[in-house]
């Protein structure tokens, strides 16, 4: 028997590649193998939806490196010194004989593959809502290059009129934003209250209004019941609460769970959330096998809890630290998540990194918080406004959270705000950060200061700020808020909320003081476009006694409902 | 006599208004005055090159608010509630009598001012070079309203054809494309040898070749010796080597220096870097006194020294912490720079933060460092190229700085370097970092990973790096490297280095070992068009047994020198 160390990797996606890439780059001696069964090496998945939508129509760039070489078993076996079998299914792990039972799915033959460190790989399976007519030919979740061709094929032949999308998700959403872009109608139904879970409701709405004004039609806090059918094909889909919606295409973006099933067969421990548990090497229960990519549960930094972050670039991180530990033995430690993520919506985008307010109260941490709305760059420069929330710990300042929406450069908002989290950095850092400032890229006070200072401002309690769903539901109640808009008449014209409010430009209003409610107790909530001049408008009142004036956070750029 | 506190602010640009904004915010008695020599208040004067340059031609909004209202006298005292008094200039402080003695420029007269704090925003003077000619009309800095009016007046008269840009800082590099954007010829002059000292040589020369290739010219390591003119205008510069330029428009943008005349009349302390030396507080050596902007020093945060800082954002931010403790008492810290800045240079960004490897050194820090070159998003988003140099402490892998340059975004990387170096972190820490991904805005993993990556393996020996400017003074000397080109023949065709080098596609290399130099102790040096298959290329040989492998760091794509 050779000395030769022999490191098996289960699958070919994204982390198995990394892996056995790392392992190869650190051992140059090893014997190093992925068992992948799809046909194809590395997808870029991420990709699928452009792909599908037609942001570009080379379906090879899904699959080769960026100088255009296809990344198949021949590069592996060239560039890599890597042996790459794909339609190679693992059918059983043997951990006492350290070895694979697999089958061979282009000959039908069985064979045994030995391992001294095995790689686990497997990603996840999409959850697939097992209603009646879930087999009508149309229906298809998007995993797989498969998928993505069938997708393509659909959207390139231009015969689907109207298609549904089950799921809300970033899958969900990402796929129904890349077919209405072909000319499809598409229907969005989501079981949740909102789409997009990994954002607020308040902001996740501002994201569904703006699908909603591109065409998308969005279903919330309803399910898909049954799949309706003409022979085998699909023809429509009935929701839970009986509405049928006329389709012939149904994207099945409902989730996916991880993959865990030969793990669990091995008797490998599998973790609370349905991941493959591992330690901070990435090992799991046994020391020879290491796990990497959506299969398994990894930590959420800021609590400590164990949770799935299926993210595809914490696979890749995953499988490179993987890969060094089952070459040279555990080197490199994962530390964890804290859940950073973006998609882009039409000509939005959305993105989170942290702790939200509901997730960091469930751990048991008290929380301050604050939205802020404001532009990516001065307006002289054609700035395009963002709605940004922060959140941090009420005890210590430290920032745990942040969320960011809108048609401006939200992608360099929440890196830096990831970035801000992973150095446990407080309110009062980030009051003064120095970020790189020209008008080109930012105003001069980045939004995330922005935010910072206005978190400061409501602690030591310069400003009482209240947020537009409060305003909304005790609107709704019946109250008798004084709503105060400072904008100009102009601006008020072009878009207001439309629920009474008064108009007293910002500059007139040290003149205007008398059109204000004569009882200074009485509850005064001013806002303008982003309520900074709404935050200005506040100090002038109280400056004159009032002693019940709230700012409405974020002024109607973070206002989620329809504008009078 | 009042108990009213009165605050009194000297400067009427960024600083000054913020300070004199956030004590009307937090003390709504006081009395605030703001005392302005120029005639405009809050001027955007990041943006005069943007305006001049015609990116957008209301003169209006460098002086309004995002909602178009004009930062005047009125504005300051309606919205405010701020007596703001333009075209009066402070003539000298009395800090026994905590009065200023002050002329009123419209009407002559005298006047004297009194405080209870004060605040020193006076920003700072262009540095002109005394040389003959020099008042010779044509020649302007660009540093106030004024000078912005006269130069758009050039530009859209359409009679300069040729213009002179003395100095290649940032001002002086964003004012040459402005001017060359509106047709004009431009030379940019420049002492040193390189532009943008805020890069290193290197990065500063990928910038320079890019301004070429948008038509400027560029000469460094030459200075003005003489303004010539016909009659009283300009017609041409003579250089300090004797070349003369045709011109009949010059910029002299040679840097400024902190406007420092009234506090060192008033006896204030004045710190070694030329600025006004303030504590923590922003407190100058006279506790009634604050100091905001470019006229104060600043701590710079990594070696703790002095620096001045002269950046728009950072101006703001003092003026917000001396506004506040003028009001308050000492509350707020600032706690100095790190010296982040960017700019836009045509196609191309450029920034930068923390500290270059010679700062570095000069500061008793030993390094190690990285270039790297990759996409700001996936090949088949049309990912655009960067060039991130990373430097970090040998010693404990503390990010120190980093550089970032091309036509990528630039903006994001250096605003996530800023805040992992504002947060201690170390490359271990960004090795595995939890940024947001998804295809439209960046590679699955982030550049500033990506150089975190190949920094671990410089460390632990896996990659032996060597930078471009040394391959080529090698090279130069005469040495006789053997230089490998792994990409393919194709991209080879279109560009290459040109130096005698071996081209072998990374693919085949396996199989031609052959063509590598018999002996094995001799220099190899890998790379591609990024050098990632450089690096595979370098493990591959190493591999079978070549002792002296580098790899090019960066690759095509960061070679600062002309191509072949």
Partial sequence: MSNTKRIVVI?????????AARARRLDPEADITILQKDPDLSMASCGYPYYIGGVFSDRKDLLSTPAGVVRNAEFFHNVKGITARTKTEVLSIDRAARTLHCKNLKSGQDETVGYDKLIIATGSVPRIPPVSGHDLSGITPLKSMEDTDYLRKKCDERKVTDAVVIGGGLIGIETAEALQRTGIQVTVVELLPQILMFLDWDLAKTIENHMKSNGVRIITGNGIAAYLGEGESLSGARLQDGTEISCTLAVVATGAAPNVALAREADLAIGETGGLEVNEYLQTSDPDIYAAGDCIETTERITGGR?????GDLANLQGRVAGENAALGNKQVFPGTILSGICKVFDHSAGSTGLSVARAEKAGISTVTVVIAGPDKPHFMEGRPMVTKMVAEAETGRILGMQCVGPGDVSRQVAEAAMAIRGGLTITDLAN???PYAPPFSPAIDNLITAAHVLQNKIHGAMKGI??????????????????DVRSPAEYEAMCLGVGETLIPLGALRKRLGELPEDKKKEIICYCKISLRGYEAARIIEGHGWENVKVMEGGLVAWPYELG
């Fill in 433 to 435: 950060a120095d970020l």
């Fill in 307 to 311: 949770v799935l972050a299926p993210y």
């Fill in 467 to 484: 947020s537009s769903t409060e305003v909304k539901e005790r609107l709704d109640a019946g109250e008798d808020l004084f709503m105060l």
């Fill in 11 to 19: 699958g070919g996606s994204a982390a198995g590649p990394k892996a």
